[in-house]
């Protein structure tokens, strides 16, 4: 199913993703302003605002990982003010996905099926769980962070959320 | 590599888009706007407009099939000002996407190289391209473009994003 090497590539854009943080911090400082106004940023305001967004990113990725693992996630309160904050919690999200081997992930077969914490009585089966679920979710609340900072003005670009590319000349 | 299944997931994402489309229409005859305002939305005056979001979204799944199957993909031109012109592109894309097998990509080796139009004297390992560039790209555009109507009003959510899954009792 892939499952290891997408469980990576959700580290990797976390990574980009703090890096865009970092931007964000840099220039709040040049204008002068406090970066975590940018905390309760909405698109509109039935929507939830930036800091959700962070967090449900890093929720996506480790429950992907925990639950196509069968390990358990560790638990991180939904309680961060602050972009510092927030990047502790990226943080603490890679620390997590950083312990997986591709070994963890040999049990989970595409039709396994996965029981949700928050679905009590469903089921999804392994390969639907992880490419049309947790897969669009993720990129969905990191590219949704990415366009709250784009629209507050922060100078980021694609390359940005892309991070460095494996191109070689040839 | 998993390329069919994530191949499916891009039309199954853009069929979901379609719909999004389908809903912007209609809040916009309720409120009595012409929907097209919406195709040169912006979240920042330098930012790609809604119809590059489309477009690009649109692109991404075809290049993604295209290159990794050896296929040749039809050339769309970026000429829409409507968004009935944006879901008629949609439309061909997913007429492309469709017509693809999982024995199209059964040459492709996670260290296949391939070589992109638009990078020449370059060339990048065919699971970087999928999982490190395809991947977060597809999705990038789609929310991007749903974050664009969200911000103008549309009542969409999180399942018109995802589409159906398939829950199942247990």
Redesign the interface.
Known sequence: ??TF??VK?FA??LRNLDAVLEKAVKHAEARKFDVNNFCSAR??PD?LPFVSQIRIACDQAKAAAANLSGKEAPKHEDNETTVAELRARIGKCLAFLDTFTADDFKNVKPDT?I?LPN?P?????A??YL???Q???F??HV??A??LL??G?VEIG?SD???P??????
């Open positions: 199913m892939y090497r997408i590539q990797r854009t698109l509109y929507m099926m029981r679905r009585g469903k089921a999804i089966a390969e639907e490419y049309a679920r897969i669009p979710n990129f969905f590219t949704t990415y366009d784009r629209h003005g694609k959320y892309l991070g590319l494996g191109f070689v000349d040839a």
